[in-house]
């Protein structure tokens, strides 16, 4: 089985990656105080170092005060913060390796109480009152305003620190994901009603991080079908809804769609083989990147329900046939890469042997 097509170089305008693999974005609460300190930069350094091709950081908040929602994750504001990130960015390209930021909104998550203003409440599509106390706080036009702001400010801020992009975290029920899904979004404004309604904010919000970056800088944007709140929610039902939801999002600015889904090799919809890369691919004829339990025999949930489950090495056969296929072209590796920095020069050098399996153990340290 040749690997080739996963170590071949990808260009889009003036961003040019090393290979095909892509390391996921994945919170690690390794940054004390919001500030990414040596031993993140020494963990992204060591995954540039050993064949991936871009790096999206794990989520890091914005500049608005209720970004978080956990703790010690780091922050992408603040001259410190931002000096740190700087120093990432310099050793992964001391490597060859390239790097974007996941600009991330935890929305109506958040809870009172967590860092770095333990009284801010939530901030969502929807406002949540209990016991008459403000839980999560329904955006005005000018909350909305203003976290807009922060994101277009944060992509400025990683242009200007040398990132190579941002990936915009639109997925899995955060934020902008809240704003998408009618579940967390009954709004009867202009940001409410269909999906089309509910897409504006992040219209909006992409829109605004373009305007501030220029043309030429790479905007990913990650969505999903699935929420944390319900795993089996969707969006889109079908290929054409698809299309519609995306063009809107492509047309505002996106250059790359990283689809989120937990078994990269489950077909999106019925009467097709392809995962939701693939349509996205062929809908939108923007570059993807698939994701999801690549390299390993248990998906990402598993371990969380299943604390003593490991997931072992499988095989990587049926993800090359696809990509070799131009079904989508990048493939984002999540735990595979947290537990083994050097998985993927494994994977190019043929020593698949020496991978290691991932357990929940792997989240306790960061190598
Ligand atoms: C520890 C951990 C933290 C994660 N944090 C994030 C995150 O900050 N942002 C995000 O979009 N996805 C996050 N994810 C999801 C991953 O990016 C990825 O989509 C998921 O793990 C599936 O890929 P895998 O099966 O290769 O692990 C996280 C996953 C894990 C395991």
Redesign the pocket.
């Known amino acids: 089985m040749s690997v080739n097509a996963l170590f071949k170089p990808f260009q889009l305008g003036a961003l040019r990656l090393p290979s095909r693999v892509v390391m ?4 690690r609460s390794f940054s004390p105080g919001g500030i990414p300190a040596a031993k993140v930069i020494e963990y992204y350094r060591r995954r540039a170092a050993a064949g991936v091709g871009l790096i999206i950081t ?2 890091t908040t914005v500049g608005h005060k209720a970004a978080n929602g956990y703790p010690h994750v780091p922050r992408f504001y603040g001259v410190d913060a931002l000096a740190g990130w700087k120093k990432v960015v310099d050793a992964v390209h001391a490597e060859g390796g390239r790097i974007v930021p ?1 600009l ?1 909104h935890v929305g109506n998550v958040r809870r009172l109480g967590t860092e770095p203003d333990g009284d801010v409440p939530g901030y969502g599509p929807m406002p949540k009152v209990k016991d008459g106390k403000e839980l999560v706080h329904g955006m005005s036009h000018e909350d909305i305003a203003e976290v807009i702001q922060a994101f277009a400010q944060a992509a400025a801020d990683a242009k200007a620190i040398g990132m190579d992009g941002v990936e915009i ?1 639109g ?2 029920g955060y934020l902008v994901d809240q704003f998408f899904w009618e579940g967390t979004n009954q709004r009867d404004d202009e940001y409410g009603g269909s999906l089309a309604k509910r897409s504006r904010f992040a219209i909006e919000l992409i829109q605004a991080v373009r305007a501030a970056v220029g043309e030429g800088f790479p905007i990913i944007f ?1 969505f999903s079908q699935w929420k944390q709140q319900d795993y089996s929610a969707r969006l889109v039902q079908t290929p054409e809804a698809l299309g519609e939801f995306l063009q809107p999002l492509a047309d505002a600015g996106v250059d790359i769609f990283h689809c ?1 889904t ?1 078994r990269f090799w489950e077909p999106e919809f019925e009467g097709s083989h392809l995962n939701l890369a693939g349509w996205t691919r062929e809908l939108t004829g923007k570059p993807t990147i698939t ?4 390299g ?1 025999d248990g ?2 949930l598993q371990f969380m329900v299943d604390t003593d489950k490991v997931a072992q090495p499988a095989s990587l056969e049926n993800l090359l046939t696809r990509l070799e296929n131009d079904e989508f072209d990048l493939v ?5 890469l ?1 537990v083994d920095p050097d998985w993927a020069a494994k994977v190019r050098d043929g020593h698949e042997q020496d991978i290691l399996p991932f357990s929940r153990e792997a ?1 306790t340290t960061l190598v």
Not at 24 to 27: D, F, K, R, S, Y
Not at 291 to 294: D, F, K, T, W
Not at 332 to 336: D, E, F, L, Q
Request: charged share 20%; net charge positive; no cysteine.
């Open positions: 996921a974005p994945m919170t794990e989520g996941q991330w975290h997925a899995h990650r989120s937990r994701v999801g339990s690549v390993l998906e990402f984002a590796v999540g735990r595979a947290l989240l």
